[in-house]
């Protein structure tokens, strides 16, 4: 079973967008935006779980960005 939740770390990806891994499982997606990356989250969490033992609540841990991180 896999808990009550899963917890995952974004981050703006340096070719734009945001990436997400979830924390304890091999999960991983992108998306565009913010909005689109919950999405993503959840049809990967779908599709990692079957459906008894799929955590109830995902968590989405933003880091923040750095005002003087380099950009391409």
Request: net charge positive.
């Given at each position: 079973m896999?808990?009550?939740e899963?917890?995952?770390?974004?981050?703006?990806?340096?070719e734009g967008?945001?990436e997400?891994?979830?924390?304890?499982?091999?999960?991983?997606?992108?998306?565009d935006t913010l909005?689109?990356?919950?999405a993503?989250?959840e049809d990967?969490?779908?599709c990692?779980?079957?459906?008894?033992?799929?955590?109830?609540?995902i968590?989405?841990?933003?880091?923040?960005?750095?005002p003087?991180s380099?950009?391409?």
């Open positions: 896999a808990g009550t899963i917890i995952f770390s974004v981050q703006e990806s340096p967008g945001f997400a891994r979830a924390l304890g499982f091999s999960i991983f997606t992108q998306a909005e689109e990356l919950k993503m989250v990967s969490v779908r990692h779980f079957e459906p008894q033992n799929a955590p109830r609540l968590r989405l841990h933003v880091a923040p960005t750095l003087n380099p950009r391409e």
